[in-house]
């Protein structure tokens, strides 16, 4: 298709992060990602697509509900008893010839990284697409202590060609069309070919060639994990493209990162999760690729395997009995796919490494005091308890996160006073009474176009109806004469 | 015959009498006694869900207090319920929400009627709002009932089950996600070309109704949106 249309001009790369104001309250950093048509464009495509994919997907299963509903209950069940999970699965995957780390928070699991590098010999790695790894901002610690990490996911590869940020979880380059792909590739990627078109094809072969070079020649890959077998001392990586495969299998050593909220009791859980997760996130009956290693083996992939388990804030969220669902999530993305304020703000304005309803809920349990405007940016619309495929209920852990405050103190006062109204019957009528009256001079107008502060906030693109003139009590009262 | 407090919501006492005007119209054609006990106020979800927990338990146990009386309390909002029944146990330990129904699942439910004898002749579009649909889980309650009205001509929404960006404080708090959000759904609504769009929830209503109303200024006369209507009040209709 494609390939034989004329090559547009290649425009500078300007990366969407660098436009969306990091570290600002969202309301702000959302405003400008609004004024982003082309982003808002990709992102409606992108979600839309997605979306249909996976209604269609788990359509096909009737007993959906069911796996959710098992989902769920592992997941609560490994809450309950992580710590005992976690030296389990410690015990077993030393016995089989790993070796386990623990890591408090982002520091240590970073230090423990390079440490590893360092010792194998190596001054690159190769990555695995890992979400952890993100959290923990390992590539930038790499940078600073003169190591260089290299992205093999093609998404993330984009994102880290482009000095981009991530503005998914599952599709990290989401908010690029394949034109402005094509851009970064030619002006970043060094290998790319001559005459590159934007053609997907095209644009997936200049990936797999510039990614081979480096596959062949690293000494250590580092990896995340979709789960991590407890009983078997197991980790489980799930992919499309194969890269993963071969960070996973080539280089000696092997570094993951793994939350150890990514915990399962038992190998058949994973029946149920390989079920969920791939319908979830890609909307696909079964993922291409899904590496299975447990320690190491002589002859047979790294020699050297490491795993670093990382807390990063996770106990401190499982203290909370509400908050804690946000611990089952398996990254799907499925919650950002339907969320519309996600679909029309995009990742980088929730200014955390988890955006959409799944980072509003993880985001300000992980950093504490931090991020306390996300719980608000959702309309509390429903969309994505109805996606999770592990069930965990974020219009609740929202507002559960928004009644643990803080609150402004305007805001307060309003609040306060509304509820004074509202718990005295007499006085409640007598506003409603004071309303209708005071609004009378206005009537005829039938609308408010424009209210002072915080109204104005509303009649900014809304009109706001006028009181009645006679009011519902009124006509009640005539009729029970 | 159960006896029937009716809970017309904090939104409709002060803007919309109409529609709870509508509840008694039908719930009386249909053989119930309704009655509407003078101290209500609100169910106390705007400050629950914009994290007024102590002030949002005061307003519930009120609630409990003036419908504790009732067998059956039917309110016009699909939100307003799902508030008592899903967040009142945590609130206040409270499961008076097992006692109270949007109109359409009382309609179904209790009383067992589908066709409750209304005639609306106009072309109608439904919002499905999302606390009604999601939350109290109404499926297509209302559509049935409106399904069951003479001489309507129903027009499917595109997107329907998109939010329309409303959210309470959202709407202030998020204001310009918040009117993205509503200029999507006002494009579907107008692109209907119905007379009327109609929805469980007059808050929802406000929002949109508010939105087509700004459009509707400056739009040509072939691209108004629909009027903003409570199906409640289609369903009383008989004209």
Known sequence: MSTDAPVPPSKAIVPAAALIPSGAPFPKAAKVALGMPQLRANLAHATGTIRAKRAKMVGELDDWERLRDTAAAVKADVQHRLPELAVEFERNATAAGATVHWARDAGEANEIAARIVRGAGAEEVVKVKSMATQEIELNEHFEAVGLKAFETDLAELIVQLAEDKPSHILVPAIHYNRTEIRDIFNQRMGDAPSGLTDDPAALAEAARLHLRRRFLSAKVAVSGANFAVAETGSLVVVESEGNGRMCLTMPETLISVVGIEKLLPRFEDLEVFMQLLPRSSTGERMNPYTSVWTGSRDGDGPKDVHVILLDNGRTGVLADKVGRQALSCIRCSACLNVCPVYERTGGHAYGHVYPGPIGAILAPQLEPGKHDDLPYASSLCGACYEVCPVKIDIPEVLVHLRQQGPHQAGEKAAMGAAKALMARPTLWRAALRAARIGSMPWRRKGFMRRLPWPGSRWTVSRDMPMPPKEDFRDWWKERQR | ?239
């Open chain 2, 1 to 239: 015959m159960p006896r029937v407090g009716l809970f017309i919501t904090c939104v409709n006492d002060a803007l919309y009498p109409q529609t709870p005007k509508a509840v008694v119209q039908i719930l009386e054609r249909l053989g119930y006694d309704v009655d509407f006990p003078a101290a209500q106020t609100c169910c106390g979800q705007m400050h629950a869900n914009s994290g007024y927990k102590k002030d949002a338990a005061a307003l519930a146990r009120s609630f409990d207090t003036v419908f504790g009386p009732y067998d059956a309390i039917v309110t016009p909002s699909g939100s307003c319920a799902a508030m008592t029944r899903d967040q009142y146990p945590h609130l206040t330990g409270s499961d008076i929400g097992q006692r109270v129904y949007e109109l359409s699942e009382f309609l179904l439910d209790v009383a067992g009627v589908e066709d409750v004898g209304a005639r609306f002749p106009h072309t109608v579009t439904y919002h499905p709002t999302c606390h009604g649909t999601r939350a109290l889980g109404l499926g297509d309650k209302p559509l049935r009932l409106l399904r069951a009205v003479a001489g309507i001509e129903l027009v499917d929404l595109p997107a329907a089950d998109q939010c329309c960006g409303f959210g309470g404080t959202f709407a202030l708090k998020n204001s310009e996600v918040s009117s993205a959000m509503l200029a999507d759904k006002c494009r579907h609504a107008a692109d209907t070309g119905a007379e009327y769009l109609a929805a469980a929830d007059n808050s929802c209503l406000t929002h949109i109704g508010g939105g087509l109303n700004r459009i509707d200024r400056t739009a040509p006369a072939d691209r108004r949106g629909p009027r903003p209507v409570h199906y409640a009040e289609i369903l009383a209709s008989t004209a």
